[in-house]
């Protein structure tokens, strides 16, 4: 057998070339799967104001259909109209989603057209968490983590339940990535 850097012939059970040091067998790497650890989405109240409208939209069609028999039409029109905002509203929500995994963290946004962004949790930089007054009093957050590898590669976890918790697994799973 010949050693792979320096080409000098060796005995067939040699660990190291004698002339060079160079491994003579690299060790095959352990099999490392990646898993998930966390599946993050905005809170519901990302998505009120459209919750909001669309229900509005059908109660005052299902007035106009109570109250007026003649305008039976225009009230299941604006019925129909209220379930396509709320169906929209769904949509939208279910539209962003970021996902832990024991090497990665991995933002999906879209709803016709996407957008995917992954940031390796060992280029992780800083980990913040910033809560406004109103998503204190709901118990929402932002968490925005930055990346080492390029100043611009930010991603932000935008009206998330439990910031700190968030932040604290990211944290956690970029220190057991390190180790």
């Known amino acids: 057998m010949r050693c792979p850097q ?6 067939g059970q040699a660990a190291f070339c004698s002339r060079c040091g160079a491994r003579m067998f690299a060790p095959k790497p352990a099999a490392v799967r990646e898993y998930s650890l966390a599946l993050i989405r905005p809170s519901w109240i990302h998505s009120a104001q459209g919750f909001l409208v669309g229900a509005l939209v059908i109660a005052f069609g299902a007035y106009v259909v109570w109250k007026n028999h003649d305008l039976w039409r225009a009230g299941f029109i604006l019925m129909g109209a209220g379930v396509f905002i709320l169906a929209i509203a769904v949509r939208v929500y279910r539209s962003v989603s970021w996902s832990l995994t024991s090497d990665r963290l991995v933002e999906k946004r879209g709803v016709l057209s996407s957008h995917r962004r992954e940031m390796e949790l060992s280029d992780i930089r800083s980990i913040e968490v910033d809560r406004r007054f109103m998503q204190r009093l709901m118990g929402l957050g932002n968490v925005i983590v930055s990346s080492a590898a390029n100043r611009d590669a930010v991603i932000h976890l935008s009206d998330i339940a ?17 180790a």
């Open 6 to 11: 320096c080409g000098m012939e060796m005995a």
């Open 162 to 178: 439990k910031p700190d918790a968030v932040a604290e697994t990211v944290r956690l799973a970029r220190l057991k990535r390190l």
